[in-house]
């Protein structure tokens, strides 16, 4: 295994940011932490890349214990913070550099691992990085993560604050380095995000809730899922909240999801439901259930 994690817990005097989690990822895989902001994302990823020490559990990252070995992490490791992690009066090239020399390398050793990313950034290799776009920054901060060829990649939020092409571009370029045989540990509060990992843990309150590939878990939803709309959304919402068949009901996009608490549940009942309260333009559609839905379900 390239992390395993057991049992780890840590608090911030009251507040519990982690409580009790376990977690494998294999070598080569790209594991995803999903969940929204607080969920502990971020202190997990302190702990892993030996910056902060848990108070419960243990784990290691490519056979290094986080706190006997954490010198041999701190090389076998590139780590990219949420918060911003560059030198902002430094140009591109400026920065780059700086982190090659603190790993002993130099751009020119491990220039193929970053080429395709760093290409794009080239141009503005003369700019100061307070000067990029948020794409940029990202494209500056992972070839600046990888420079010194990590085994293990940790992705904080990497994506957090960035154009959607940008998003997209950034996924494509993690599958490009996932077949350079680098293991990838990524954090995003974005669910359809979710779906591009390997493998992925729902995380929220410190407590993971799931662990599995995107389409294990989509198919465990335990209920049928209904997208419902009408003329009035903000009507429908209220309507499907005061129902007595309603199990869940939380906007979707442009739609409401809905389930029923009855396993027999027929949407014509729902649809005569509606037209009774003065519901115009009733739509209701069984859909399948996604990412979203499960985390929904499973934090309810
Ligand atoms: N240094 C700290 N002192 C006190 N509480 C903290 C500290 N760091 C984090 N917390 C709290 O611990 C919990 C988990 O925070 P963490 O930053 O790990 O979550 P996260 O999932 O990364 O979310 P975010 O994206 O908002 O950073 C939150 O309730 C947060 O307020």
């Known amino acids: 295994m390239s992390i395993i994690v057991k049992n780890i817990s840590k608090s911030y005097g009251q507040v519990k940011a982690l409580d009790d989690i376990s977690l494998e ?35 290691s990252v490519n056979g ?23 030198y902002q009066d430094l140009t591109v090239e400026e920065n780059l550099r700086f982190f090659a020399t603190i790993f002993g390398t130099t751009i020119k050793e491990n220039y193929d691992l970053i080429r395709d990313i760093y290409v794009q950034i080239e141009p503005f290799k003369n700019r100061r990085a307070g000067r990029l776009s948020g794409g940029m920054k ?27 092409v940008s998003r997209k571009e950034f996924w494509e370029m993690l599958k490009r380095l996932q077949k350079q045989n680098i293991t990838i540990f ?16 729902l995380i929220t309150d410190g407590k993971i ?10 198919a465990s ?39 029923s608490t009855q396993s027999d549940f027929q949407p014509s009942e729902l649809i005569d439901y509606l037209k009774a309260n003065k519901h115009n333009q009733i739509e209701v559609l069984e859909t399948n259930a996604t990412i979203e839905d499960t985390f929904m379900e499973l934090s309810k």
């Not at 990202?138 to 154009?163: M, N, R, W, Y």
């Open 25 to 59: 990822v294999r070598p080569g895989e790209l594991f995803g932490l999903i969940g929204p902001d607080g969920a502990g994302k971020t202190t997990l990823f302190r702990i892993l890349t030996t910056l902060l020490l848990p108070n419960e559990g243990t784990a």
């Open 64 to 86: 290094f214990d986080i706190v006997k070995d954490y010198k041999s992490i701190r090389n076998n490791v590139g780590y990219m913070p949420g918060r911003f992690s560059l």
């Open 138 to 164: 990202q494209k500056l901060a992972l070839s600046c993560a990888l420079i010194h060829k990590p085994k293990v990649l940790f992705l904080d939020e990497p994506t957090t604050g960035v154009d959607p």
């Open 186 to 201: 990524v954090s995003t509060p974005y669910m359809d995000e979710a779906e591009l990992c390997d493998k992925i843990a």
């Open 209 to 218: 809730l799931q662990i599995n590939t995107p389409e294990a878990i989509k």
């Open 221 to 259: 939803f335990p209920k049928k899922i209904y997208k419902v709309r009408s003329s009035e959304t903000f009507k429908l919402i209220q309507d499907l909240g005061t129902y007595n068949k309603t199990h869940s009901a939380y906007p979707f996009g442009e739609y409401i999801h809905f389930t």
